[in-house]
C-alpha cells in the first residue's frame, strides 16, 4: 500500500470519528527497512518516522536529516538504559518510557543538556509478562513522579496483545490518559490504526502498510 493510500485511510478514519482533519500524525516506522523505500517516503513529503532501535537510527538519520529538512524522529523501540544519552540526542519523541530508572536517567541527562525530547510513557495495557510498559494499576503514580522530575510527559503509548481485540485496550489507554491530563495517545500501527483513531489516537505507528515487509534484522 501507498503512503498516500495510508494518508487517506487515516482522513477517511478521522473524519468517521467526527474528529478534525489532521488531528492524527502519521509516523511512518521505518525500521529495518531499506533505506531507498525511506527516501521514497521522504521524496513524497513525509516528515515524521519512528526507528526501535538506536543504533540503526544513529547510522541512517544524521544523513537523511541534513538532505530533507524538518524531519521529526520518534524513538518506539524498547530503550536501555545505557542508549538514553544517544537517544536523549537524536530523537524528537520518546514513547518508550517504561520505568523509573529509565525516568531518573533521562531527567539528569535532560537537566545537562537543558532540553528534553517530549515522552510519551509506555503501558502495558494487556498486563502481559513478557511485554515492555508500566502496568495499568501504577501508571498514574508512575506519570506523578515522572512530573516530579520535570520530564516532558505529553501522552501514553500502548502495544495492545496480538491475539486480542486492540478496541479494550486503546478505550483503557484513552481512561489512563483523560485522568492525568495527558492529551497525546500513541496507538495504532497497520493492523488498527483506523480502530485506534476511532478511539481518539493523536499518534498512529504504521510501518509494513506503508513500507512492505520487513526483513528480518541482521
Ligand atoms: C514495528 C512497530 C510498529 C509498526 O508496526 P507495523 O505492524 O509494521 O505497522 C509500530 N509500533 C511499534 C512499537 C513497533 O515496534
Redesign the pocket.
Known sequence: MSLAEIKGRIATAESAAGRAPGSVTL?A?S?VQPLDRVIAALDQGQRVF?E?YVQEAAAKWPDLRARFAGVELHM??PLQTNKAKPALELFDVI??LDRPSLAERLARLAQDRGACPDLFVQVNTGAEPQKAGILPDDADGFIASCRALDLPVRGL?C?PPEDEDSTPHFRHLATIAARNGLTGL?MG???D?ETAIAEGATHV???????G??AARA
Open positions: 509516523i516506522v525500521k519512528g526501535n518506539i523501540g514513547h518508550t503509548m502495544i500513541s500501527m497497520s493492523g490504526f505507528r504504521v510501518g509494513s502498510a506503508i513500507f515487509a520487513r
